[in-house]
């Protein structure tokens, strides 16, 4: 059985930082695409960032490019998100997401990965 399990979420203020974490479990996942989503309430999953199989590559929202850092240790099966310079804007329920299918390309789209965490609530004060 496949999981995905987040962590690392919780409350700060604006301009704060946060390191949220996704181990992964149930097969590896080294060879394939890992991304982060969030979703706000009252509004539709979006897409943060994704790391390419074996790291070698990343994108992000523009929302977040140059805040958010997203890292992976494949040893471990994990995946990061580093949030920093943390924005009211930013809360959310954050997601860790994996494709499925080894050596794809990555994709914005929450359509196309297959396995999913069950969240992390990030909230961030002004």
């Known amino acids: 059985q496949v999981l995905l399990v987040e962590s690392g979420g919780g409350l700060v203020q604006a301009g704060g930082s946060l390191r949220l974490s996704c181990a992964a479990s149930?097969?590896?996942?080294?060879?394939?695409?890992m991304g982060w989503f969030r979703q706000a309430p009252g509004k539709e999953r979006e897409f943060v960032a994704y790391?390419?199989?074996?790291?070698?590559?990343?994108r992000y929202a523009d929302s977040v490019r140059g805040r958010f850092t997203i890292s992976r240790d494949n040893a471990k099966n994990t995946v990061y998100l580093q949030m920093n310079s943390l924005k009211p804007e930013d809360t959310a329920v954050y997601y860790c997401?994996?494709?499925?299918?080894?050596?794809?390309?990555?994709?914005?789209?929450?359509?196309?990965?297959?396995?999913w965490g069950q969240g992390t609530q990030v909230t961030v004060s002004s």
């Open positions: 149930g097969r590896t996942f080294r060879d394939v695409v």
């Open positions: 997401a994996a494709r499925g299918q080894e050596y794809t390309a990555g994709s914005t789209s929450p359509r196309e990965y297959d396995y």
């Open positions: 790391s390419a199989w074996r790291g070698l590559s990343g």
